[in-house]
């Protein structure tokens, strides 16, 4: 999909079209791997993943594998296997998060939950995760083995956080962070820093890399919970307003009630907190939200993570890679989807 | 729990109950691993995992382990972190299993899904299964990993097979064995196998306690379905006609079915292949399997698996916990709960 998409760009496309312009030939050996290792011979498993992985997402974290992997000059036949199993951690999430949020759309579709059901979605879920654990244990690397497991502990650990901070206006914006640290940027972390693992750099080339990761995923995900507030259906790939329905924490939210008055204290506290919703009830709360401004102090503090990112970057070799990694930070931020 | 159980025991104790007393300090060890490495500090994930863990289980895959490494001489303590493993693999399915199935009961208590609800028993799971591979990767064997990652892979295959045969009453007796080979032998066979191959041990002795696993885990798994009919709620820890009203195609079904006329067939189908059921459809379930033998027919068939188990046993040096694990066999298929 974005390899093809990367076919027909100027130079004026998205930095992310960019990305998968440069490195065509490893995502096509990604996209056959995926398809590869999503097989099995109960039918349904092949069915329900490819549903979901063809429905195409941004292909983010393997880019960024990828990308890392090649900036240190590392093998790429392993990074193919490693974005792979990087991908299939990403999409095992998606489909428990979307059985746990009962949602219904996703990337402009139907969610899989929705079309075969919570049960085949838990099981597939499983099934997608353990297979990436055995492309890492094919890998062969004890120290790439670490930093996934060690992931996929952080982000089980966010998802489970999130769910005590879901309908809690008591939230803080600190326990906010905490949570999209770990359920979202912790992945984009390990995605990064296995790239100068495999190609064996030394010194705290991981470690900026990793570092980069985790400042970009946060930057990612703050700008994603601002664009469920702002962001049009056709574009954002799910139903806008979702968060708000589901009564989730995050940061237009936290910091509209910072400046609430009383009669929004209790607007947030009977829609997030008692999840007691009438159909205008969205309408109004973007109201309130432009009334604070905090949709777009959402994005200065996106901004700042992504000042951070672009800090630990600047640790790595100079590289067309890495100035396309650079200007993901404000396409990121910026983007409307 | 087990161990506890084990001080207090004379010679006619069941043999499981004298493995756990054999291996007494190697269960406390693995005991206070668990305990241990089941908690974080996002204070659900210890609630709810104690909850299911403290609730106690016969623990019987990790002293398998323990068993098999033992009798090969491999490192114990080695031994304690990779039961612990197994445990956590097995505890995560569980958790998955109730989501799945609707469960209301586990172990003679509420099961976790109704207590905590379906959204944290999913990521509590999730978490259970990723610190799992955090204790492999802490042992540091990519052969124990591959183990481990093969079974967890094939443990979800088996369970979404399970989905498909769900209330399809044409399931063959072929396809009910490959799903309880996939779904609960596939991680018998991977707790056995672990321990000649901590322990080093040359030859076929890997094989061959996988074996010994494998087969014991279908005889324990055909047991298990038997007793869903058989059982009596006190003795099994859940309610006995759960895989009925599910629509769970099972020996005694499968084997009944064989044999049925025109009305049992409508019957069946009625009852497990549209789930239309009423209260008294679950005694004459019972009754028709009496009709046909269809229990004690499960058992022999679960006795054949028994014999095979004994087997490949018999290839394992001699060793007072061989000669326990041999005594397992009658006692897991003969079992009452």
Chains 1, 2 share one sequence.
């Not at 097989?39 to 979901?52: F, N």
């Not at 939230?171 to 940027?185: D, F």
């Not at 469920?228 to 056709?234: E, V």
């Not at 503090?301 to 800090?311: C, E, F, N, P, Q």
Request: net charge negative; with cysteine; proline share 3%.
């Amino acid at each position: 999909m974005t390899a093809q998409a990367g076919k027909k760009q100027s130079m004026d496309a998205n930095p992310l079209d960019r990305l998968a312009d440069l490195l065509d030939g490893d995502m096509n050996a990604v996209n056959a791997e995926i398809l590869r290792r999503m097989d099995s011979p109960v039918a349904l498993i092949p069915q329900l993943a490819s549903y979901l992985i063809a429905a195409g997402g941004k292909r983010i974290r393997p880019l960024m594998t990828l990308a890392a992997t090649s900036i240190y000059g590392g093998d790429m036949k392993r990074a193919h296997g490693l974005a792979t199993s990087v991908e299939f951690i990403h999409t095992a999430t998606l489909l428990h998060d979307d059985v746990v949020d009962e949602s219904v759309q996703r990337r402009g579709k139907d969610s899989a939950n929705i079309v075969f059901g919570n049960q085949a979605s838990v099981l597939v879920g499983d099934f997608l995760f353990s297979r990436a654990f055995q492309l890492m244990v094919d890998d062969g690397s004890l120290d790439v083995l670490k930093i996934l497991s060690d992931a996929s502990a952080i982000i089980a650990q966010g998802e489970v956080m999130q769910l005590s901070t879901t309908n809690n206006v008591a939230t803080t914006m600190g326990e906010y962070l905490e949570v999209i640290r770990a359920k979202t940027a912790a992945l984009f972390a390990a995605a990064c820093e296995v790239g100068p693992v495999v190609a064996g750099a030394e010194g705290s080339a991981a470690t900026a890399m990793a570092e980069y990761g985790l400042n970009l995923g946060i930057a990612f995900q703050i700008t994603d919970d601002a664009l469920d507030y702002s962001g049009t259906q056709g574009k954002i790939g799910k139903t806008p307003g979702d968060d708000f329905r589901e009564g989730k924490m995050t940061a237009p939210v936290i910091i509209a009630l910072m400046k609430a008055d009383e009669d929004e204290r209790k607007f947030w506290q009977r829609t997030l907190g008692e999840k007691d919703q009438q159909d205008s009830d969205f309408a109004q709360a973007q109201k309130i939200l432009k009334t604070h401004d905090a949709l777009s102090q959402s994005l200065a503090l996106a901004r700042d993570y992504g000042d951070k990112a672009r800090l630990a970057l600047a640790e790595a070799p100079d590289h067309p890679l890495r100035a396309l990694l650079d200007e993901l930070i404000p396409y990121t931020i910026e983007r409307e989807s």
